[in-house]
């Protein structure tokens, strides 16, 4: 990213640029920096392209086309699969891959460039075997941007805050830490939220971020037992390890999907009384949004029958009984329920 940095200041720009990575946030910013200081706002000289359905002939056609009243032509992109060997590629890009559509006839393109052009890839998966990266990295510059190691974005963190002028304590930091996602793009998202409810305390302690994370954990688990109603296992479990990887306990998860059930099967119940959402909330003792919740309880509560929901409480109770005896381990319990309950739904 530095040579992206110093190419944008001195104006000296490489005829191609390849952006790869981990990390879609600095992806997607240093495309959209490098773009704006080659070509700022001139859209008669510049070009983007998504997808795998490029035309090598169209690509050739706009970079050795003199630009008009400026130093460059500008072609970006996106997602081209280009950079994967044949064998690694996807049904689809394969169907629609030609001979004069493979790594290597673009590599060919790629030494041809005029100084009059420059092209950026951005790229989601590359194969470094392949001839169009060895073009690249011969020719011009490769970016590849991964994930921050721990130190590097834990600092980061502390730079974000510290930009809305707002201070954390240490425990709170830690807590919001384990809290957050290792990328830079939710990350930011989830830091900002944060900050604008405390913005003008100025100050985030501990039990500030104890409420916004069990939200955060209970809209996740509202979500994994929506995916079990649909049958959707592997994405049941996608959200169970995701979980995890919070530093979530299983055992808190499973008490929480119990509880989630318990509540779907009150509100079906409730709602065959005819009670307006008010009044469900009321008998539910909820406080906080109450009309917005009901309405999605009754939404999810919809995709099971009352025997379903009493067999997933049962389940429940089984699976945290199972633990305790030392029959499963915690981890094991909760994936052995959402197996048995998504094998029902299927």
């Known amino acids: 990213m530095k040579r992206i940095a110093n190419d944008i200041k001195n104006h000296t720009f490489a005829k191609v640029y390849l952006i ?19 070509a700022g706002d001139d859209t008669m000289n510049r070009k983007d392209l998504f997808g795998a359905d490029i035309s090598l002939e169209e690509v050739r056609d ?38 004069d559509k493979g790594s290597d ?4 393109w790629i030494k041809t460039l005029p100084d009059t052009a420059c092209v950026i890839f951005k790229e989601d998966k590359i194969d470094k075997r392949s001839a169009l990266y060895k073009a690249v990295l011969k020719t011009g510059y490769v970016a590849e941007i991964n994930h921050l190691d ?39 998202l989830e830091i900002d939220k944060i900050c604008d409810c405390y913005a003008e305390k100025g100050t985030i302690l501990p039990e500030d971020l104890s409420e916004i994370m069990t939200a955060r954990v209970e809209n996740r688990v509202f979500d ?44 079906q119940e409730l709602s065959k009384q005819s009670l307006s959402r008010a009044d ?41 009984a199972s633990y305790k005896s030392g029959n499963l381990s915690d981890t094991l319990a909760v994936e052995l329920l959402i197996f048995k309950m998504t094998g029902k739904k299927g």
């Open 224 to 267: 994994l037992v929506e995916q079990v109603s649909l049958g959707n296992r592997q994405r049941a479990l996608d959200l169970y390890y995701d979980l995890l990887a919070l530093k979530e306990p299983p055992m808190r998860i499973l008490a929480l999907m119990g509880r989630q059930f318990n509540q779907l099967f009150t509100v």
């Open 150 to 188: 721990d130190q590097a974005f834990s600092d980061w963190v502390l730079k974000r805050i510290a930009s809305r002028n707002i201070r954390i304590s240490r425990e709170a930091f830690r807590i919001l830490l384990e809290g957050l996602e290792h990328d830079i793009g939710s990350a930011s």
């Open 280 to 320: 469900i909330a009321a008998e539910m003792k909820m406080t906080k949004s109450a009309d917005f919740v009901v309405q999605k309880l009754q939404k999810q509560a919809q995709k099971y029958t009352p025997k379903e929901l009493k067999d997933a409480i049962s389940l429940c109770v089984e699976m945290e």
């Open 105 to 108: 006839s673009f590599s060919e």
């Open 20 to 38: 790869c990575g981990e990390e879609e946030y600095y992806k997607t910013t240093s495309l959209r920096r490098l773009s704006s200081a080659v």
């Open 62 to 99: 706009f970079t050795d086309t003199m630009p008009f009243f400026a130093e460059k032509r500008l072609l970006t992109i996106t997602d081209s699969g280009l950079f994967r060997l044949k064998g690694e590629k996807s049904a689809e890009e394969a169907a629609t891959e030609d001979s």
